[in-house]
């Protein structure tokens, strides 16, 4: 009989393509990356799911600005976030990119089956555009400051629209859509803190209709419906649908198995459209809701929100340049609970590398295979068992592991696994095996170093997905056939200024 090969599909938000990724960016895609390392190695057939948002007025105006069509401009943007996947050593992915013709198909077969199950209809909008959040905001909801109309949540100006659209009945879903939040069955928001807000959001608002078209007349650049010649879609209502595209909806095929996905890791900006809008748009499909959607933090530089248009974002190929890639992808997911906001700096980062990577688990490996090499000629001493003390550290990793990660608790996962680096460090303090080489006690010595090159062993698979070139280069280092292979250090001391 077969293996029973369980799936895991799991997606990154798309990203604009209006600027260069930065590290918050980096961050969802580095944390989607580790998951799907994770499940892969056991043994899940795993679908990770990310790619480019690139229709929509902000995505029109940079193209603009740019000098460049469309269509053109996001060719070339589009292709810098593939090459920083290659940069941050991310595995196996599916790119998906809003322009091409299958999601087109997709979002088109939408607008067909919803307009067939009476879910949308014609209508005129009259309130306010965010072009940067690509938004509509009704009159009651906006802010006035100085004279000015601003975006409730990111305080930037308003535009004034009146156009004739298509609706979504969004209004229609707010009664079932509370009970399964709320309920937290088979649609799960995550963490607590977000189905809180959006439980809280959905107890004193009632849902509005949602607009899902632009006129072509005053933005062409989406994708046609094929209700009106003169409309293309809405970006939101687009790029969502890019979940389902990627799953065979709208081809011969139809949506297959893969759906619903297991995880949506999206940031706590877009968690209403996650939230509400999608499984709203699903139910009204006639599809399950995704299984679980994860808002983490943000990552904020003197208090604010890391973005391009604040100007204070940091380019995640000079921090890899510098620090390399793995300790960057460490200390993105170490230093803060993925739900929470974390301060990006690069003494943060130093002063984690230094005590974590080289002092830890670096240390760790050149000690271990120092004394190998010193009291063994290199050759791994033969033992069958691993020192007491040791046993217990690494004992139940794996069961901790997986709770862990079942939870995207990456931070968690990451003190379960130096919980045992540093236990290892402490055993060699405490056995001093330079002690026992002097008093010729070769039995206990091999012990010791056998226990150590076993804890390795278990620490490579324990850090693989969170750090994959490490892991290789620890598993070169304990060699092969029984004799290990000292290499450089895997992260050298970072000095400060
Ligand atoms: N295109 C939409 C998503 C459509 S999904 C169907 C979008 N794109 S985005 O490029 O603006 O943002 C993509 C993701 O990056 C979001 O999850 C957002 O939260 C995340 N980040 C952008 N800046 C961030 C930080 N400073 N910190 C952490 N993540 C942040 O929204």
Redesign the pocket.
């Known amino acids: 009989m077969g293996r029973i090969v369980s799936k895991f599909y799991l997606t990154t938000?798309?990203?604009?393509v209006n600027a260069k990724p930065?590290?918050?960016?980096a961050?969802?895609e580095i944390a989607a990356d580790v998951l799907a390392r994770y499940y892969r190695a056991k043994g899940s057939e795993v679908l990770f799911l990310t790619g480019t948002?690139e229709h929509g007025q902000k995505i029109d105006r940079a193209a603009r600005e740019a000098g460049m069509e469309p269509k053109a401009f996001t060719d070339k943007m589009s292709a810098t976030f593939g090459d920083l996947w290659k940069i941050l050593n991310i595995d196996t992915y599916e790119f998906i990119r809003t322009t091409e013709p299958r999601h087109v198909r997709a979002v088109q077969a939408v607008w067909r089956d919803l307009e067939k199950k009476g879910e949308v209809y014609k209508g005129s909008y009259t309130g306010w555009y965010c072009t940067p959040d690509e938004n509509f905001w009704l009159e009651s909801q906006v802010l006035r400051a100085e004279g000015k109309v601003l975006c409730p949540d990111c305080r930037r100006p308003l535009e004034k629209i009146e156009e004739e659209n298509f609706f979504f009945k969004l209004s229609g879903h707010q009664k079932w859509l509370m009970e399964e939040i709320e309920k937290g069955g088979r649609f799960k928001v995550l963490p607590e803190t977000r189905k809180n807000e959006v439980m809280g959001f959905l107890k004193n608002n009632e849902l509005q209709d949602l607009c899902i078209s632009r006129p072509k007349n005053r933005l062409s650049w989406g994708i046609q419906s094929p209700l009106s010649e003169g409309h293309v879609t809405y970006v939101?209502f687009d790029?969502?649908i890019?979940y389902i595209t990627a799953c065979g909806y709208g081809s011969d095929k139809g949506i297959d198995k893969r759906w619903p996905a297991d995880v949506h890791l999206?940031?706590?900006?877009?968690l209403r459209?996650h939230a509400v809008i999608w499984p709203a748009l699903l139910h009204a499909l006639g599809l399950e809701p995704p299984k679980r959607v994860f808002a983490?933090?943000?990552?904020?530089v003197d208090g604010q929100?890391?973005?391009k248009s604040l100007g204070n974002a940091t380019d995640p190929i000079e921090i890899v340049k510098t620090y390399g890639v793995d300790a960057f992808r460490y200390f993105l997911l170490r230093e803060t609970p993925f739900g929470n906001d974390g301060t990006f700096s690069e003494e943060a980062l130093i002063t984690r590398c230094n005590a974590d990577l080289a002092n830890g688990l670096g240390n760790l490996l050149s000690r271990t295979l120092t004394m190998c090499e010193k009291y063994f000629e290199g050759k791994i001493p033969e033992g069958t068992f691993i020192a007491e003390y040791l046993k217990e550290a690494p004992g139940d990793l794996d069961r901790r592991l997986e709770h862990a990660m079942g939870n995207l608790a990456f931070s968690e996962a990451l003190e379960h696994i130096w919980t045992v680096v540093n236990r290892a460090n402490e055993y060699i303090e405490k056995k001093a095996p330079w002690t026992l080489a002097k008093q010729g006690n070769r039995q206990e010595l091999e012990l010791v170093i056998f226990s150590l090159i076993q804890i390795l062993n278990i620490l490579a698979k324990a850090v693989a997905p969170f750090m994959p070139s490490t892991a290789e280069k620890i598993r070169a280092q304990l060699g092969s056939g029984g004799k290990i292979a000292k290499g450089t250090s895997l992260f050298p001391r970072i000095e400060t200024k």
């Open positions: 938000p798309l990203y604009y930065h590290i918050g960016h961050y969802t948002d939101w790029a969502l890019n999206i940031g706590k900006d877009i459209h983490h933090g943000w990552w904020v929100k890391m973005s």
